[in-house]
């Protein structure tokens, strides 16, 4: 039931090393590199088997270095692979960088949804990096972005920002989805805009839902590892469907992502540098000494209690009546007209609740510390 999925565009945290998809200076030295062609690639073709309608987002955690400038004063190149700037002379080039690899993608029968101009733009520590600032994602995407987009018919989406709640707390980056928007000329290509939870707190999705509810909010990275208990279901997995699951949708998120998806048994595939996370589980770890078991985190039923239940295209509906701080829940009408409700009751005893849709009702005994899914066919 899963339905959308998240990659890098050139490496990330995770991959082998760092590297983009023109190393060499020129465009026309651009190309997937390996880990795209021999591993991303084919496992998305087998996803996409499975089903179709799979959406997609991509990021990248650094542009090309020789497109770095350590800062925009100055514009002295900058060859690290962490941290720096983009230099303004290259936000069409590096627009149409991300033309190319959307096309290179569809050439292999496999649509690009959506990307974000940058990972954790605000994060300057990250093993691959680039800090972007708000006005530089709105220069480059009213520049550059935008127009490669335009002016190749590409239709994937622009989402913007894809970090944290509380902006690092850089008090002029505060709101930066907002500023952009505010620029007419950079509003018009973007759709929305993506949030991570490593800091801050998620009732910032809906203060700017608030100020531009035209706009989309999606949520795209959480993690889970050693450091907050990640394979104790009892600890994690309540506290997570609170702020993560059900916190996003009933802030306007319309999509919920996880990352990763996946990692092995020995916290793997991480790049070997420093600002990677070496102490992270996926949301299911595979045993690497023959790939035939895997373990389910607390990600995995994070994910599944709502994609069980709440599919593509799905409407968040009303849904009152109980009193109780410590239940929580969602409720929606999905396309084909079934109802879908997500509940945690968060109590250590057994709640006996009654749902209703106003024609039909039915009664669930709901175990304490748990989260229950419901799917019904709606009433004629």
């Known amino acids: 039931g899963f339905s959308y999925v998240r990659i890098a565009i050139g490496c990330s945290d995770f991959s082998f090393s760092e590297f983009t998809c023109c190393d060499e200076k020129g465009l026309e030295h651009f190309a997937l590199p390996m880990e795209d062609t021999k591993y991303v690639i084919p496992i998305l073709k087998e996803i996409l088997a499975i089903n179709p309608a799979v959406k997609i987002i991509a990021a990248p955690w650094t542009c090309p270095k020789w497109m770095k400038v350590k800062s925009l004063e100055e514009r002295v190149p900058f060859d690290s692979w962490t941290s720096g700037h983009l230099n303004p002379e290259y936000y069409r080039t590096y627009g149409d960088y991300f033309v190319k690899w959307i096309q290179a993608f569809e050439k292999e029968g496999i649509k690009i949804h959506a990307v974000t101009p940058q990972n954790e733009p605000l994060n300057h520590g990250n093993s691959a990096s680039l800090f972007m600032g708000w006005e530089e994602a709105r220069d480059f995407i009213k520049t550059g972005l935008g127009p490669a987009f335009k002016e190749a018919g590409v239709t994937t989406k622009i989402y913007v920002f894809d970090h944290n709640y509380n902006y690092d707390n850089l008090a002029d980056q505060k709101s930066y989805p907002t500023k952009i928007y ?199």
């Open 182 to 380: 505010d620029d007419a000329e950079a509003s018009q290509y973007i759709a929305g805009a993506a949030y991570h939870n490593y800091g801050g707190n998620r009732s910032e999705l809906l203060n700017i839902h608030k100020l531009y509810p035209n706009k989309e909010l999606l949520f795209t990275e959480t993690s889970i590892g050693t450091w907050n208990s990640g394979r104790d279901l009892e600890a994690r997995l309540l506290n997570d469907m609170e702020e993560i699951a059900l916190g996003t949708a009933n802030n306007w998120c319309r999509g919920t992502i996880v990352w990763n998806l996946m990692l092995d048994s020995d916290l793997g595939p991480v790049s070997p540098s420093d600002g990677s996370c070496k102490t992270c589980y996926g949301a299911v770890d595979i045993d690497n000494t023959n790939y035939s078991k895997i373990v389910r985190n607390s990600h995995y039923y994070l994910i599944g209690h709502m994609s069980s239940v709440v599919k593509p295209g799905a409407v968040r509906i009303g849904a009152s009546g109980y009193a109780d701080s410590n239940i929580m829940y969602s409720a929606f009408e999905n396309p084909d007209g079934t109802y879908a409700f997500v509940l945690m009751n968060n109590n250590e005893k057994t709640k006996r609740i009654t749902f209703s849709d106003g024609k039909r009702h039915f009664a669930y005994d709901v175990p304490g510390k748990s989260v229950t899914s419901y799917r019904w066919a709606k009433s004629e």
